[in-house]
């Protein structure tokens, strides 16, 4: 309780991340940052990425959190390390829980990712799957169609009937089926809203 946690993405997508704080720790006092000005972050190169996280810290930081959520893949593979570095205030990331997930999921140790071109070009999650398990191999793909269509609202259910969003979803997805995959990492908070 009293301090608040300090959350943020580049848009709505961290708000699956706070939902789930939300349901961990119920008495928490949240502050919740989307960056709406600047969504979406996956196309930007990392360094751009990188100054948005600072900006965004030290703005949290201001309104005296006493622990950060970056619950953004992209601002994770962009800045975590250094933003752990630099602040006094714990911060934590979204990539090596999920990793950490997946390598418990996988029967056949072969996992799926996919994210942003800057997630998946940062190749943070096969780093972090290799580390703890290094005869996992990991695939990935990046979907950057995906941020629009959720930042525009276009996630109900019945959205996925329409032929061209399952026909994006397939072309993306397929190269992973026929690698047979046994686990998929949705490695962009957004993506949980497009789930179904
Ligand atoms: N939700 C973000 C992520 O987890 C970023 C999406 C974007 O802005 O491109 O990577």
Do not use: W
């Not at 946690?5 to 580049?10: A, E, K, Q, Y």
């Not at 196309?43 to 703005?59: A, Q």
């Not at 090596?96 to 997946?102: D, I, K, L, Q, V």
């Amino acid at each position: 309780m009293d301090n608040p946690v300090g959350i943020f993405d580049s848009g709505v997508g961290g708000l699956t991340v706070m939902q789930e704080i939300i349901k961990q720790l119920p008495y928490e006092n949240l502050i919740y940052f989307g960056d709406t000005a600047r969504v979406p972050y996956g196309p930007r190169p990392l360094e751009e990425v990188r100054g948005f996280v600072f900006e965004i810290i030290n703005y949290l930081v201001e309104r005296e959190v006493k622990l950060v959520v970056v619950a953004c893949n992209t601002a994770t593979a962009a800045g975590l390390i250094e933003a752990q570095a630099h602040f006094d205030v714990p911060v934590v990331g979204v990539i090596e829980p999920s990793a950490r997930g997946a390598v418990q999921a996988t029967r056949d140790r072969r996992v799926g990712v996919i994210g942003t071109v800057g997630t998946i070009n940062s190749g943070a999650y096969s780093k972090a799957i290799r580390a703890l398990d290094a005869g996992v191999t990991v695939y990935s793909a990046h979907c950057p169609k995906f941020v629009e269509i959720v930042e525009k609202g276009m996630i109900s259910d019945a959205n996925f009937l329409r032929p061209k969003t399952y026909n994006l979803a397939k072309t993306y997805l397929t190269p992973l089926l026929r690698v047979e995959i046994d686990s998929l990492i949705l490695g962009c908070t957004h993506y949980p809203l497009l789930k179904g």
